[in-house]
């Protein structure tokens, strides 16, 4: 489940690599349904996986360049933290945002390299609570057991952004809020961040998977 679970939220890596700050978010896309939007995305990214020209390291760097702009991760920081946010000093949140980020890219940035002659089909979607929208697709692989992977976005500023992974039916952000939880309630803000200092100096290492 583990491996699972890593593979699938590696594929957009739009939680795990977009900047700390949401300012580019308002030049995001304009237009596209939810559907276009995510199918779009993802097939980009699929490409950039692909490309058998390009190393580990500088699949990495496209991406970042690619979805820079498609995701909106303080509000994500904000979703995992849940109540617990306001524990966290100005100085805390500012850490947070440092190394949740760097946990995210060094724990499942190193999974992209397993992807191969996959595609993303658009199975459909629905609207959520606060304007949020969920597009459902199926991760296509040659060698079958195809993967269902929904994407949570949300408008801002009048453009989609991507905030949530969701793989076979596990959430990241409740994932990771369950997690961060139990770390938060042996320690609270600092304990937490002694933690993602140490799984990041280590290269990573998966959080327990919660299944929903």
């Known amino acids: 489940m583990k491996a699972l679970f890593a593979l699938v939220i590696a594929l957009p890596l739009a939680l795990a690599l977009a900047p700390a700050g949401a300012a580019s978010v308002a030049r995001a896309e304009t237009g596209p349904s939810p559907e276009q939007f995510v199918e779009k995305t993802a097939n980009e990214v699929l490409e950039v996986l692909g490309d058998k020209s390009l190393d580990h390291d500088k699949k990495i760097a496209r991406l970042e360049a690619m979805l820079d702009q498609r995701s909106d991760f303080e509000t994500v920081t904000k979703l995992v ?94 994932n990771l809020r369950s997690q961060f939880q139990e770390i938060l309630g042996r320690g609270g803000p600092d304990r937490l961040l002694q933690v993602l200092r140490e799984k990041n100096a280590a290269g990573g290492d998966p959080l327990p998977i919660q299944p929903s």
């Open 81 to 174: 933290l849940g109540a617990s946010y306001r524990q966290f000093s100005d100085s805390q949140r500012s850490e947070f945002l440092k190394v949740f980020r760097e946990y995210l890219s060094v724990t499942y940035g190193k999974q992209i390299d397993k992807y191969a002659d996959q595609r993303i089909v658009v199975t459909g979607g629905r609207p959520e609570a606060r304007g949020d929208y969920t597009v459902q697709t199926k991760l296509v692989r040659k060698s079958g057991g195809d993967l269902v992977v929904d994407y949570r976005l949300r408008q801002k500023d009048g453009h989609w952004v991507l905030l949530d992974v969701i793989g076979e039916g596990i959430s990241l952000i409740a």
